[in-house]
Every structure is written in C-alpha cells, then in structure tokens.
C-alpha cells in the first residue's frame, strides 16, 4: 500500500487491491449497475434543487440514517456481492463497517464537488474506505485552511483507498468531470455510523 501524508490527511492507496484478493471487478462492476436501486436524488445547493450528477445508493444496517446535502437518503439493504466486500475489509483493516454510500459516475461529465466527510452522524474515529470499479478517474484533495498544494489521486479499476482521521477534518475531496472519459466508473465509499 501507498502512503500519502500530508498535515492533517493521512492516506493508504492500493493499487488494484481488489483483484489482489482475487475479485473479478468487470463482474462485480455489473452485478452492482444492474441489481442495485440507483437514484439520482434532488439536492439542495446554495437554496437551489436540482439533480446529483451522478446516480447513488445508500447502502446500510437498519438505523443507520444518513443526510446528504439537506435529504434523507432510502435505506437499501445489504446484496450478497456487497457484504464480501465488507467482510474483505473487515478481514484486512480490522473495521466492520455498517454503512456504504455507492456512487456511480455514467461517463465523463458525472461528478462530485468539494465536500468532506465529515456529517454528525459518522464516527469521526473510524475511516472512510473506498473502491473503485470501472473508468479511472482523478479524486482531488484540498486542504481546508493553510497553504498546502491541492493534488490528486488518481483511482482506477480495482483500487482501495482508505481515508485515516482525521483527515476529514482537515481537508476536502472532490472528483471533476473529465471530457474524454466515456465509461461508468462505480465507487463505494464504507463508513461507520452512529446509529440512532
Ligand atoms: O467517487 C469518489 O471517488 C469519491 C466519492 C466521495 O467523495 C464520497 O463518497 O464522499
């Protein structure tokens, strides 16, 4: 694994982690497009509604509610393909995660802005860990105070990355639109939850 370190962020990158434990990302990739409930829910932006660029599904234990930009997401449950991945995690980090947002960019101009992870309800002391199935794409980091470089990391088929505290804290992540990029990349970003 790959550690990036900057002040305040600390990231591990596993570069085609997933078929390292022997998954067939192409398969996985398709099972999770066709048998998950995809929503393009309406958010609330500086007093505005409009569509997320991109579709997602908000995967978790019953209890564990989450709010995203001022909504409530629906809960889905566990699929069989989703709960070996979060038995693989916690096999190989150690945390069991109760909850998994899913994201999935349908080519190029889907997108995600500047944002942490930093909602009430996630246990700050646990990471955020993510996947990344399908087209390469680049997530950007930027600190929220002080004069560190913004850069990227660039996520391809296959990879983990894990988000150690507190990172959220001190910096932001983003994914642009990328013109060129043609095909469907899904990201799975697991968390844990307080529940309520
Ligand atoms: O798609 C990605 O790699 C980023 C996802 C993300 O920022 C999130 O789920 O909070």
Redesign the pocket.
């Known amino acids: 694994m790959i550690r990036i370190e900057r002040s305040g962020l600390q990231l591990r990158h596993g570069v085609a982690w997933l078929q390292q434990q022997g998954i067939q990302t192409p398969q996985l990739r398709q099972a999770l497009s066709l048998g998950l409930a995809w929503e393009q829910p309406l958010v609330i932006v500086y007093g505005k509604q409009h569509r997320t660029p991109r579709l997602t599904c908000w995967v978790a234990d019953p209890g564990c509610a989450y709010r995203y930009s001022g909504l409530q997401q629906a809960i889905h449950p566990w699929t069989a393909e989703l709960e070996i991945l979060r038995q693989l995690l916690l096999d190989q980090l150690g945390v069991r995660f109760n909850s998994l947002?899913l994201?999935r960019?349908r080519d190029g101009a889907d997108r995600?802005g500047w944002?942490a992870?930093d909602e009430p309800e996630l246990d700050d002391l646990a990471p955020i860990v993510?996947l990344?199935l399908g087209a390469a794409?680049d997530?950007r980091f930027r600190p929220r105070h002080g004069s560190e470089a913004a850069f990227a990391v660039r996520?391809g088929d296959g990879d983990l990355?894990v988000m150690d505290p507190p990172s959220q804290r001190h910096w932001q992540?983003?994914?642009p639109p990328r013109a060129r990029v043609r095909q469907e990349?899904i990201?799975l970003?697991f968390r844990v939850i307080r529940p309520t």
């Open positions: 947002l994201n960019y995600m944002h992870d993510s990344s794409r997530l996520l990355l992540h983003a994914l990349r990201n970003t």
